[in-house]
């Protein structure tokens, strides 16, 4: 049998010293925070001047309304103040209030003649406002809708877990994209594919009639960032999910959901027609076809009537599609869109698709197959477009779809689980990758056409817009498998409402309304997260390399993989190294990805001397020797150097959680502390693995002075992990 | 596609009645007992005059010694008091203590000496006692080894959870049975054979480093009733649980549980030296197997001291064994127990095993195999036999086994997972099974050879005995799916503790524990409790009936299956319904498995007349017109009957369940209402199901005045439930 890196004989006196530099061993903590609550925890505020000046500010406070979500507004209120202001606090409703939440159209007409200037146009914005009221200072929430009420509402509270100042409040906030929803790639056997964080949330079995209290704090934690969608289940879809025993308890969670603003998603399988249906073909443009379709958004909508619309993988790795009936991507969108458009639901068509039968350069494959389609596409369809030309990588250039397709909505897909990045043992905040994308300029228009500005619809001018992001929730207790992750949902969250908030700050609210307001350690935690993502570069891909993990699984290194059916499913395939180098050409001396940019960018990206060393590897295949010019080392020391410093980050980072212990919650500090257990391990079998692999080719030994690898390279080829979680086709 | 019974069409009103008739739909309940702290709950005394009688009496105390067990001891004793006697009291720890806990050998000379003839003779048993002891009252509690301490320390504890009396205690108590285990069938990918309540607890793939809270309180709940042993893993078993990687996670769990008393155990696969260790054959006679196994259990001993030992299912249901090299199950037994003996391990061996070439009736297989081997096992081999002779039924007469090895140690297997007893959304309290099964006299001896008394190794005089629960636990935050399946923990430890418990004042304790101190609440819990499971008897496979449930994954009814490839996997075998009548003529006219029963039972049961209605149809097959003497209806009618029964007496726990909304907690109270909606619309699915079946054969119509079926026999033939939890294989 094939051992594992972790428990190899080598690794033993390394183990010894790691467990003596933690005086914590693992040991039963009865009270403590398991993460659970998320960033919605509404600890008392430590602060009793503050919480003074709260108290005295929103002790009266009165909901105008009585709709589901105004109820849900109450209940957060009073959950909320109790637990930040103190349990004792009398929480009165009164119409002496100075607090006052509503509906525009449900304030008393002098207050709402204060105010109506400055409320947001836009269905879900909202404004909080402090203003003079019969004689006294009274706070005002309201908006068009009830869900903006309880968008501002969630952002009051904010103001206070944050211990922010309430004294004269005026802010005023809108959605920069119509649809924010969360991706769930869980099967309806509840495994959840690229899943880390145990099993699917959903307990199909129970539904329709058992309803967890977990799926209205999924709700909660959602509603408070913004998010207002979900899609229930895997893009790899079941085609059961639209028989009617299943949407049965599709409707259940649509129900649990829809007083927090948020709407049901569902991925369909495009031969649903054949598999559950009954009919021979499901060629779009076969009447029968057509009409089942339209039948089955019918009975959705019976049920469901404020259903969102599908999400559909069609002609990628295997799924099926309008191609197997000789059909366009366009065709079989709009089969689908005209299906839902009578009831206002849209179609998320994915653009991850890419078919070996056309031997084109997998990167270069979603933009020859939808850029001929732009315009085609009926307008509540939406090309999802995931943010680079591969696969969700530690870091990737932009996809050269975003700014191509003038006439064509695009929404974002982002990955929010972990499935290149260590799972959820390693500490990732993925703020930065996200703002990285989001402000990348494609030129489509000119300097300035940012990749959030092809989303937001501002550049073309498009009516819908969204965003994706691929969930990383799970059963586990604290939702993400690790206490750091639930900031990426968060920062997800907060990005889709608004993609020019900055990744600090928004680290800054979570890790205050989540772990701790000691200034030092916000701080220290923050400048970790920020720098987390460029560290696990460092470790796993650096300089532009790209897909080199495990087969299948994903887990930890794999660059000598070269054994599987399809060429652009190899490592080999992706880092090209051999005697002569290593990297990717694809400049116009090599595959000539770069042409599907826009110039500058792709003048910029064709010379290796003008493309960001970030993406060196990625473009262009290089000698060893080839000089850098940040550091001035050759090529091959920089890429041991980047192994080294990304492993040597990690073991800082651990040391410097171990030093706020004292900060933190016993439980959530120790969570943490065990993550980084592993992933100083994982980190350094990813430098060990990759250095060894890559120096086969580059015949040249590790500069002097570093730490020689644990083990053999053929030690590391070896090992197997059958069970390692989240792989697909389960 | 196949429908849905929940779903049907003729549903929709009666499914709306069900509703009308609960006033509370689902909604958030933001501050309720979510079911994790299990019967530990240590919330605040509500008397205040016991609670400051308690207090008075245990605010000081003491633990003598420093042992990790007694680390355990005080942490739980801080954290239970803090919950019980209130935040604010102050747990001092000084040498005037009222409260003395530690190992007998610690105590002062006084004490000890006053003490120690009232100490139970075994290791893990207690003495809780109140002593006048310079001058004051003192309250000892004492043991021979710490883990004994540890569980009298959990034994106060319930003094106060269950309100009792304190004044001048005198507890003596020791187990009866000396290994009390849970079995996992829980694999290496966290799927649960048989497991209703979510995944493994076990997170295999952070393991070892990674240590949730759970497996504390996991290990916490155990010590609490006794348990002390765990097999992490499946019966059907994956050998990479034996390879080094894996053996480092098991070592990580069984440091975590060492403190609490509790042994860690594996299941093994007979085949493993020829899967994981390249030998060419698992002939337990070759040389090279038996040191294969000799090796492995010194290196697991290594890592774990304490190791339990093996858990086998060997040539049964496609698993390999001795057979399999035309050995015995004993000769495959021995080689392990060889292995293990060294270390003090010892080998569990499933009698659970039938093999189809011999073409003789499946209960009467096991006793055929195993009887002729009695006397040929080792002294550390344990022969673990499932209650019933077929398996886990609803009700069972027990396995002739019992009684029939007076030369081999038997132990219990019991099912804690709700596999054929409606998964985890029906409420059956095991207890009344469990005690049915121990009392059941065997006649092995003579009058008074109860189950127990073969177990617990009395009758026959063996040094070793045990009893196995097949867990029903997993990943849901309440661990058991349904707060009132916990009992079925909970009353499996403390009868495997002591096996002469009443089933209802275990029941008694455990609702005190868990749900309320309401008198009246409490005796309607209780009454509810110890109803159920005849209930659910009536429902499903009222008189004998067995085996009649939805093929694999054993959801549901499912009677007329006849199409799998073994006769005796189809519950058309079982039941024999045909136009003379229905049941399994096992008496001397038919198979003939009375004949491995003891006289008298074996002749009580070969008449119909004289054999207990319960197990009628289990040992008869009887005309239509039949006369129960009981009744004096036909056999037709009283089946009906019960089955119309079941399915009332379901409706009526769920209204009572409902009139005790106000004594409960509201997240408790809607847990189980939630489930009771769903155990009341599938006890009518199994109902209908089964009397339209039936009917068939009978010809006769339904009794005047009851309802009709919901739907036709086809409708129920056609559902389908590809997802239902707990399949084998996955």
Redesign the interface.
């Known amino acids: 049998?094939k051992?594992?890196y972790?428990?190899g004989r080598r690794f033993t006196g390394y183990l010894l010293l790691v467990l003596l530099s933690f005086p914590l061993l693992?040991?039963?903590?009865?009270?403590?925070e398991?993460g659970y609550r998320l960033w919605l925890k509404y600890d008392p505020i430590s602060s009793p001047v503050l919480s003074d000046k709260y108290r005295h500010q929103f002790s009266h406070w009165q909901v105008l309304g009585e709709s589901q979500t105004l109820q849900?507004v109450r209940?957060e209120l009073d959950?909320a103040f109790r637990g930040l202001l103190g349990k004792s606090l009398p929480v009165a409703r009164s119409s002496e209030a100075s607090l006052i939440i509503g509906r525009l159209a449900n304030l008393p007409a002098p207050l709402r003649i204060e105010v109506e200037q400055s409320v947001p146009a836009s269905k879900e914005g909202y404004l909080i406002k402090t203003i003079r009221y019969r004689g006294k200072t009274v706070n005002v929430i309201t908006a068009k809708t009830d869900i903006g009420a309880l968008y501002g509402t969630f952002r009051l509270l904010r103001q206070l877990q944050t211990l922010q100042s309430v004294d004269t409040m005026h802010i005023a906030s809108e959605p920069k994209l119509k649809i924010r929803v969360l991706d769930h790639w869980d099967n309806?056997?509840?495994h959840v594919e690229r899943g880390y964080a145990?099993?699917s949330i959903w307990d199909?079995?129970?539904l329709?009639?058992?309803?967890y209290?977990?799926y209205?704090?999924y709700a909660?934690a959602n509603a408070s960032v913004g998010i207002n969608g979900t899609v229930l289940n895997n893009v790899n879809a079941d085609p059961?999910i639209l028989?009617?025993?299943y949407l049965?308890k599709v409707t259940a969670l649509a129900d649990?959901f829809r007083p927090y603003g948020i709407r049901v998603y569902l991925s369909v399988k495009f031969s649903a027609p054949q598999l559950?249906g009954g009919l021979k073909t499901s060629d779009p443009l076969d009447p029968a076809v057509r009409q089942w379709w339209k039948n089955k958004a019918r009975d959705i909508y019976q049920k469901i009537p404020d259903f969102g619309g599908f999400l559909v993988k069609a002609n990628s790795e295997g799924q099926p599609g309008p191609g197997d009936f000789g059909r366009t991507h366009a065709e079989g969108a709009n089969m689908l869109a005209d299906a839902l458009a009578p009831y206002g639901g849209i179609v998320m068509w994915r653009a991850f698709v890419y078919a070996n039968e056309k031997h084109e350069e997998r990167s270069k494959q979603a933009y020859s197959e939808f850029k001929p389609l732009d315009g085609q596409f009926r307008d509540n369809v939406l090309l999802q477009v995931k943010n680079g030309p591969v696969d969700f990588q530690p870091r990737e250039p932009v996809s050269p779809l975003f700014g191509a397709t003038p006439n064509t909505s695009l929404m974002m897909e982002f990955q929010i689980t972990m499935e290149y990045l260590g799972?959820s043992?390693h500490a990732v905040y993925l703020g930065p990758l996200y703002k990285e994308v989001l402000e990348t300029d494609t030129y489509a228009k000119g300097q300035g056409s940012t990749v959030a500005k092809v989303i937001d619809g501002s550049l073309f001018g498009h009516r819908l817009s969204g965003i994706a992001g691929v969930s990383d929730i799970g059963?586990d207790?604290n939702w993400t498998g690790h206490i750091l992750l639930q900031a990426n949902w968060y920062v997800f969250g907060r990005l889709a409402w608004d993609h020019t908030q900055s990744a600090a700050g928004i680290a800054g609210d979570w890790i205050k309304m989540t772990l701790t307001h000691d200034e030092q350690a916000v701080a220290a935690i923050e400048k970790m997260m920020m720098a987390s993502r460029e560290v696990t570069v460092n470790y796993m891909t650096p300089l532009g390399l790209h897909h080199i993990m495990g087969t299948g699984h994903h887990y930890g290194p794999g660059p000598w993989v070269d054994s599987l059916p399809r060429d652009d499913w190899n490592p080999v395939y992706y880092h090209k190294a051999d005697q002569a180098g290593i990297g990717f050409d694809r400049s116009p001396r090599g595959v000539n990805a770069v042409e599907q940019y826009f110039s500058p960018l792709r003048e910029q990206l064709s010379d290796p001397q003008t493309t960001p060393e970030k993406f060196l590897l990625w473009f262009h295949h290089l000698p060893w020797d080839y000089k850098i010019p940040s550091s001035g080392r050759t090529l091959w020391n920089e890429l041991v150097h980047r192994y080294y410093q990304g492993a040597a980050d990690v073991k800082a980072m651990a040391a410097q959680w171990d030093h706020l212990q004292d900060k933190l919650d016993p439980?959530q500090f120790e969570q943490v502390r065990?993550?980084f257990?592993?992933q100083q391990?994982e980190a350094e079998w990813w430098r060990d693995a990759c250095v060894l692999y890559f120096q086969q080719f580059s015949g040249q030994p590790l500069p002097d002075g570093l730490e020689k690898p644990h083990h053999t390279l053929a030690y590391y080829e070896q090992l197997s992990f059958?069970?390692?979680?989240g792989q697909g086709g389960k």
Chains 1, 2 share one sequence.
């Open positions: 049998m051992k594992n972790r428990t693992a040991r039963s903590i009865l009270t403590g398991d849900v209940q959950y309806l056997n509840r145990g099993q199909w079995h129970k329709p009639e058992y309803i209290q977990r209205y704090d909660r059961l028989t009617p025993r049965d649990v559950t799972f043992t059963s207790r439980l065990m993550a257990v592993i391990q059958p069970y390692a979680p």
